[in-house]
């Protein structure tokens, strides 16, 4: 069965600074992968998502992910973090039409 | 993209009461899931309703606690039952995520039980 584990639940950034978020995942099949972002009190959005195309997968908001097969991981990175990225995300993972296993997520702090 | 409606967006309700959740799809989907998200936590995925069958419910979650319907392609209730503070979450409901589309996700019901 697939899994997915979040490294790092929370993880503060200065504002203009690197943001890495990390996600590993375990699974049978080549996996699908996906971001996912939740600002408070509302619903989940979907920042990117990786599909067995390119490794390098670019979303919204200046988010990017590069699958690895070989380090079973699919990192979530933006150069410059703004005071809006504060929020929770989620990295989830989907073998074929079995729905979507989510990671524990990371909560984004962004400093002023 | 589907847009999803769900309501009530959150309700308070007595212990021992039930609650259902409406989900309401603006496209004809074979497949939707009802996902529980507990205070400070990650979604986990209640069951998946097909139309036209009985839900699947995955481990952990019951038909007598949690009743699902799907009457049309278009819609699914979920009945939280008999409540107690531990039911205290947020309910989401989504269609998609299979086979790499990526899944769509309603707004959810907050629901807080005293």
């Known amino acids: 069965a697939q899994s997915v584990t979040q490294l790092g639940s929370h993880v503060s950034v200065s504002e203009g600074a690197l943001v890495l978020l990390r996600c590993n995942y375990s699974?049978?099949?080549?996996?699908?992968l996906f971001w996912y972002v939740q600002y408070p009190n509302q619903g989940l959005q979907l920042l990117l998502k990786?599909?067995?195309?390119?490794?390098l997968v670019k979303g919204i908001n200046g988010f990017e992910a590069e699958f690895k097969k070989s380090e079973t991981s699919f990192h979530l990175t933006k150069p410059s973090a703004h005071m809006s990225d504060a929020a929770e995300y989620f990295c989830?993972?989907?073998?074929?039409?079995?729905?979507?296993?989510f990671g524990k997520g990371t909560r984004l702090s962004v400093i002023a | 993209s589907a847009v999803i409606s769900q309501k009530p967006s959150r309700d308070i309700c007595q212990r021992g009461t039930s609650l259902t959740i409406q989900c309401q799809v603006d496209?004809?989907?074979?497949?939707m899931f009802w996902y529980r998200q507990q205070p400070g936590q990650s979604l986990t995925l209640i069951a998946t309703?097909?139309?036209?069958?009985?839900?699947?419910?995955e481990s952990g979650f019951v038909i007598d606690k949690f009743p699902i319907s799907r009457p049309n392609l278009t819609f699914s209730t979920l009945t939280v039952s008999n409540m107690s503070p531990e039911d205290s979450s947020i309910y989401l409901c989504?269609?998609?995520?299979?086979?790499?589309?990526?899944?769509?996700f309603g707004q959810g019901t907050r629901l807080t039980v005293v």
């Open positions: 989830a993972v989907s073998e074929g039409n079995t729905p979507l296993v």
């Open positions: 699974s049978s099949v080549p996996p699908y």
């Open positions: 990786y599909t067995s195309a390119a490794t």
């Open positions: 496209s004809q989907v074979t497949m």
């Open positions: 309703a097909n139309q036209g069958s009985e839900a699947t419910y």
């Open positions: 989504s269609l998609g995520g299979q086979g790499g589309t990526g899944a769509f």
